[in-house]
């Protein structure tokens, strides 16, 4: 049997999903609005995908690898020399509709506990994955 409770959280999700909705977190924030906006380049997204269309850095296509790479940036912002402070399997993403995800960073030396992606040039799997903000770790 189906609650109405269950039947309202259900369709807050499917707005959610559609764009037209948010969900209270219960700690004062709503999910998918991230603390801290990331100012995007959207020249530099468009030659990274130009980049991407022609084979170059793959990773991109890969919202959990690209969370990666900005959280760990955010600990070494001078870049990345050896291993990643953050390994990949750190990353969990915990919501993907297409075109918007949120991936949630796991260990003690994150700076970023979620991170909001969005692909902001094209919509479909070719589309590469840009971080538009996060939230900061405990």
Same mark, same amino acid.
């Given at each position: ?8 959280? *259900? $369709?807050?999700?499917?707005?959610? =999903? @559609? +764009?037209?909705?948010? %969900? #209270?977190?219960?700690?004062? !924030? &709503? ?41 760990? *940036? $955010?600990?070494?912002?001078?870049? =990345? @020399? +050896?291993?990643?402070? %953050? #390994?990949?399997?750190?990353? !969990? &993403? ?45």
């Amino acid at each position: 049997m189906v609650t109405v409770a269950a039947i309202i959280v *259900l $369709l807050t999700i499917f707005n959610v =999903i @559609k +764009g037209e909705g948010q %969900i #209270p977190t219960g700690e004062g !924030k &709503i999910i998918g609005q991230p603390l801290i906006e990331v100012p995007v380049d959207l020249v530099s997204e468009k030659n990274d995908q130009n980049s991407v269309d022609a084979g170059h850095s793959p990773w991109r296509l890969d919202p959990a690898f690209v969370a990666q790479v900005f959280v760990n *940036l $955010l600990i070494s912002p001078e870049g =990345i @020399k +050896g291993d990643y402070p %953050i #390994p990949y399997e750190d990353v !969990k &993403i915990t919501l993907n509709t297409g075109t918007e995800a949120i991936a949630k960073v796991n260990g003690d030396i994150t700076p970023a506990r979620y991170v909001y992606l969005k692909r902001l040039i094209r919509q479909d799997e070719t589309g590469i994955w840009s971080v538009v903000g996060y939230d900061p770790a405990d």
